[in-house]
């Protein structure tokens, strides 16, 4: 199958005239997530994971992936002819190097330029040296007979009530921090950024509640190009009142090849494609990028009003009630000798969560992992093989989108009588966990600086782990936002009150356990005085954190202190949600620890 | 005096054409301190300080300083006609925006070639704008009649024994990291780097062992360019017998002149002057920057070696007694009414010091300050005007060069009774600055991501300082070293093992007390596993840490541990050069705290 595949692309490269063809795993928009119409690397390769670059050559084929694939992209790639290629292993050539070597100097790649950003292109057309790379249109329209449609969902519209910003406000804000005097066309490509700015939703892709659409920003008004099937007359004649104009998705690109001379096009170069750019500066318009980190509108998304954090509060503890029934469902079925699995245990948390009216959807795919399953930090059940939990740490990492926020949580429990090695690590994780909670900061702090409060108690073991302390979140909105992250690396992103990230460090023992323990935090301004402004966190999820594993005496009394704290505010929080018997159980698990 | 200097300035100006004269605070090798022969800004505005940039233009003039000179400044500007410029206040325009707004389109301003570097030149130019940036040579030659000469003191030479590599070694090292192949001359100018290099030191500024040299290296040999009769015939006999070739330090800029076509000269564009650059590259000679941070010298030189390693912990044994004699005798003082000022302390502690042979100079400007005078960071006693040591914090931040090592300690003692909101911040900069010392981290980690474990704890009151944790010291060379430091500011440099850091988290309470806890640390290899390698801190300076403002219920036990057995290791490591009343003091100094 993969052969034919290969072969009819190989059949398309002489056509054109070119010598290679570069297929990356994205959509025009970007996002994290993408319908089957832009699953060609997989269709193509035969590999399922999530990331991945293929490129085939006349004669040659190879995969990039990152660690979290290496087993599986292994396996399914074997016997197609498709070399494995392991990003950030030493001597794993580039796709640029690899290429280079492969092809001769002046021979083409091509790549579609819908599916490769202006600051991607620029930066491998360089790398690429002598070899010519070419932007072309959807290959795949021609070479993928059975390719599936690109599918539109009905849109929902989400009230201010729930936004607590209208899209009048949210236009006005952005001119002011556009600062540009004359017109302009502002060109939104990302779904979420379009969804934040005209308050609409949908279901287009898995795990994010967001539509498929683009908008362009003008002064005096806001075009958001939908699927106008996809929109009732209701949610129409609000965004129009809204001083929002509907076009249909197909007319984006002609409607871009309409800014003639003396239009100026703005985007963040990060984000919008090749092809968007050409046609949008091929009438003549002058194109200046956006150059804030992320752009614009991610940054206004960034910082959550009053109303957003109240409904991430109201999500959290609806969520908190769904994790006390998963929890209690776990120590029940231990105690009953209930033999469970971890498909299961992931439906059984999914279905506790649609208990609320609230819930929409997962917010990323279910990490439930038994023992080793827990050291790889993206691991997601196989339901074909469901693995049976056994002894060990058991980790589940969930989260779900409902009307009015966001979560992501996890906790790690462990199923028998931990060593003292895997006790000193958890209590390492949780240390950590809480030191970044507690912390107070200045106006101007980058999350590079907050990072190690986190990571250094995962060093003081003398271990580590690979991935950022916290991600940004967005408000009914993907789980990972940017700009804001707390990673070691460098990030100009300063923190800053509104701000909702994960904080969640771990520890990954190969092939034995993984230990991870993740809340959201919320940034708040803390007080001002003459040294200046101090902010601190929120913690937003609610959910009991297991104390089976602790090694008390590892911890400080303000950790002590904190763990109580927040363990009082579950049980208060949650009581009101929940029967007897689960306060009952809820209520010993928030007991005090001294 | 001023008005006259001001105005021959300006009759300067006209003759040159001139519109304004920058005039900055360095000389030509950009170091922290500098000879009289190059106060020229001093002179000319009366104002005494280290740091400050004067531009003159026909009509006017302005001072640029910083917040440590603000009330000095206005001092002694008062009635020059000099403006007063503070840096960072808001509302204060650059020197730059300055120059804009008071010359005219076209004008020329002029600044000594020498005392620009490359990329300092192109800032600057490139602010300006319109305004010609135009390099001059030195405009004082003429205008200043009673200028003080260029001094060169005799230079030492340092054996392997002390600095425990050769500069043969140093050189093939150094060409190994240049990685050039083919020909070049590397120019340095910072007299550390070519004091390292070459392994000798001077004395020809203040505060530093460090003679004024140049040197530039090639493949097969190092000139080093330094007063020829500052240098004895053994001196002369041994550098020779290293590949080092001597020539006279006023030849350097034929020297450099000399380089043609085909020549490649190398060096860091903020380390060469904008008329050592010419000069280089006048013959036709190709120029390549040196774009490591701080340059190839300066990130070798940072890494000590186990000699170098061995002579701070020796020097620190040295000035550990010193410092106890010095708080006995401070003590005693209290004890017996004895009246003490700051200037007598710092003479003290100086005097102390010089009790053993291997003692050089201090490595900076003595701070002892008694109560409101600590909350200004780099306050220095005045001679003129001696403060007598009153109720309150007494801080003390002075360092030592001895021959095999530099200190730099801060300790902030009580003269009385602290109340508990000083015991609290003293405890927040104590707990900052053992969270610091303790820290385990991986290979790769920058300083930054260290910073917050110190700064953290100032924080969590709700109080700041505006310093960086952490500055690199040098090896019986400038207390001030790149490019490692551990800051709030991104530094891409990683901490590796055998660098040399201080560790000074602080409070200040303006006009109340300044709180300050200094020691340097050495980073050292931890532990390698299969996550990888692990770095952490050892303890250099020797000196007890009072504990009377000590709010013992503010620690961890963590705290408590590591500063018993640091007081345990004080007491053993300097009981062997003190006198039996001494030993007894100290023991009760170091006794436990629980």
């Given at each position: 199958m993969v052969a034919d595949r290969l072969e009819s692309v190989r059949r398309y490269l002489e056509n054109k005239g070119l010598s290679a063809l570069i297929v990356p795993s994205n959509d025009s928009h970007f996002g994290e997530y993408i319908q089957g119409y832009y699953k060609c690397r997989e269709w193509l390769s035969g590999f399922t994971g999530s990331a991945g670059t293929l490129v085939v050559t006349l004669k040659a084929a190879a995969l990039w992936t990152d660690s979290r694939y290496f087993v599986q992209a292994e396996e399914q790639l074997r016997g197609s002819g498709i070399e494995l290629k392991k990003i950030k292993i030493p001597g794993t050539e580039s796709i640029e190097e690899w290429i280079s070597a492969v092809l001769k100097p002046g021979e083409a790649a091509g790549i579609d330029?819908?599916?490769?950003?202006v600051s991607e292109h620029k930066t491998m057309a360089e790398a690429l040296g002598n070899i010519n790379l070419k932007l072309i249109e959807d290959p795949f329209n021609q070479i993928w007979q059975s390719r599936p449609p690109l599918k539109n969902f009905p849109i929902r519209v989400l009230g201010d009530s729930i936004t607590g910003e209208s899209t009048v406000s949210k236009h006005s804000r952005f001119l002011e921090k556009l600062g540009f005097k004359g017109d302009f066309a502002y060109i939104v490509t990302s779904c979420d950024e379009s969804a934040w700015l005209c308050n609409v939703r949908g279901i287009d892709v898995e795990y994010n509640p967001l539509p498929l659409v683009y908008s362009v920003i003008e002064r005096e008004k806001i075009t958001l190009f939908c699927s106008?099937?996809?929109?009732?007359t209701d949610e129409w004649e609000y965004l129009n009142s809204r001083g929002v104009d509907l076009m249909d998705y197909k007319i984006f690109p002609e409607f871009l090849k309409?800014?003639?001379?003396?239009c100026t096009v703005i985007a963040p170069e990060s984000k919008i494609s090749a092809s968007v750019y050409s046609m949008a500066t091929s009438a003549g318009a002058k194109f200046i990028p956006d150059t804030l980190r992320g752009g614009i509108i991610a940054q206004l998304k960034s910082i959550k009003n009053e109303i957003e954090e109240e409904g991430f509060r109201k999500a959290h503890i609806l969520d908190g009630a769904a994790w006390v029934r998963y929890l209690k469902f776990i120590d029940d079925s231990q105690k009953s000798g209930k033999p469970m699995n971890e498909v299961m245990l992931a439906q059984k948390l999914i279905e506790f969560r649609k208990y609320s009216e609230f819930y929409l959807d997962e917010s990323f795919e279910p990490i439930v992992a038994t023992a080793a399953n827990g050291a790889m930090p993206h691991y997601s059940p196989d339901p074909e093989n469901p693995k049976k939990i056994g002894e060990g740490f058991l980790l589940t990492d969930m989260g779900a989108h409902y009307l009015f926020g966001t979560t992501d949580t996890t906790r790690t429990l462990y199923i028998g009588e931990p060593s003292d090695e895997e006790r000193r690590d958890y209590t390492a994780v949780l240390r950590g966990m809480i030191n970044l909670t507690t912390a107070i900061f200045p106006k101007g702090t980058r999350g590079s600086s907050l990072d190690f409060l986190a990571r250094g108690e995962v060093c003081s073991r003398e271990k580590l782990y690979l991935h950022g302390t916290g991600h940004g979140v967005g408000h009914s909105l993907p789980v990972h936002e940017g700009p804001q992250s707390i990673r070691m690396e460098e990030n100009p992103v300063t923190i800053e009150p509104g701000m909702v990230l994960s904080n969640e460090p771990a520890i990954y023992c190969e092939g034995r356990y993984g230990i991870r323990t993740e809340n959201l935090i919320l940034c708040k301004r803390k007080s001002l005085n003459s040294y200046g402004e101090f902010f601190n966190f929120e913690t937003l999820t609610l959910v009991p954190i297991e104390k089976k594993s602790i090694d008390i005496a590892m911890l400080d009394r303000r950790h002590i202190e904190w763990l109580n704290d927040y363990h009082d505010r579950v049980l208060k929080e949650l009581s009101p949600l929940l029967n007897a018997e689960e306060i009952a159980w809820l209520s010993e698990r928030c007991s005090k620890i001294d």
């Open positions: 330029a819908d599916l490769i950003s106008l099937e996809s929109i009732g309409c800014f003639g001379e003396g």
